[in-house]
């Protein structure tokens, strides 16, 4: 049987990667060595680092859903994909809060491009990336697999490609 399922995942830097490993690496010392609560503080939040989010699709049963990628291993629950009409690529701020003992010190702003798929009034996001080229390769891709338009709204002016 083929497989006609299509899977996006946001890619992490090799910094962030490197750092999510470090950290989890400096938990299970300190769980070992030092202080439990301490190291699994230091797990919990590699993981977080870790952790990949995405859309799957499976074009054969019409069904999506929203990923959570940990070290190739997927999760999310399956739904049934709306009548969707044309998918948005447009380009939002995105804020990361850094925290210290509890209270937020400061917010960290990114800018980030979305991949909205639209059916009636409503939406839901299909992927996120910070290139503006990668963002239109998968919405060509889409385009292609759902049969539906692209909205180009990266720019002030929209445009429908």
């Known amino acids: 049987m083929e ?3 299509i899977t996006y995942l946001r890619k992490n830097s090799v910094i962030k990667t490197i750092f999510g490993v470090l950290l ?3 938990g299970l010392a300190s769980v070992l060595f030092l202080s439990i609560l301490m190291g699994f503080m230091c797990i919990g939040y590699s993981l977080k680092l870790l952790l990949r989010e995405g859309t799957q699709i499976d074009l054969a049963s019409k069904t999506y ?4 990628s940990f070290f190739g291993l997927l999760f999310g629950k399956w739904q049934p994909i709306p009548p969707v009409e044309y998918v948005s690529v447009f380009k939002t701020r995105e804020g990361t809060p850094a925290n210290l003992y509890g209270a937020t010190v400061a ?3 990114t800018s980030i491009i979305h991949l909205n798929l639209f059916y009636g009034s409503k939406h839901f996001t299909a992927y996120k990336t910070e290139d503006k ?3 239109f390769k998968v919405a060509n891709h889409l385009k292609l697999a ?3 338009d692209i909205l180009d709204a ?3 002016e929209k445009k429908w490609l």
Do not use: H, M, P
């Open 24 to 26: 989890g690496l400096a």
């Open 3 to 5: 497989k006609y399922t």
């Open 146 to 148: 759902l049969d539906i």
């Open 65 to 68: 859903r929203t990923v959570y």
């Open 133 to 135: 080229e990668d963002a």
């Open 154 to 156: 990266t720019e002030k």
């Open 107 to 109: 917010t960290v702003q």
